[in-house]
């Protein structure tokens, strides 16, 4: 859908590296399984961590509750 006024454009960043995609191609379907479940890993590690910074009093419980519910809902919030 055109928006008037609006211009949009993929810049070089917001394409993926050719040579990253020649590697993931490359690889099996375990391989590529694997490669998600890390970067799905990673990005629950940094979001605890910023939940943590964000709401230092809470307790683990507490921000497992918010990150579930940043899994589920896309976003942090309990109310």
Request: hydrophobic fraction near 45%.
């Amino acid at each position: 859908m055109r928006m008037p006024g609006v211009r949009f454009s993929a810049s070089t960043a917001d394409r993926p590296d050719p040579d990253q995609m020649r590697i993931l191609a490359a690889l099996d379907p375990a391989a590529k399984l694997a490669v998600a479940r890390r970067l799905r890993e990673d990005a629950l590690a940094l979001e605890r961590a910023w939940l943590r910074e964000r709401h230092p009093e809470e307790d683990d419980i507490a921000i497992a509750q918010r990150l579930r519910a940043w899994q589920l809902h896309g976003r942090a919030w309990l109310d």
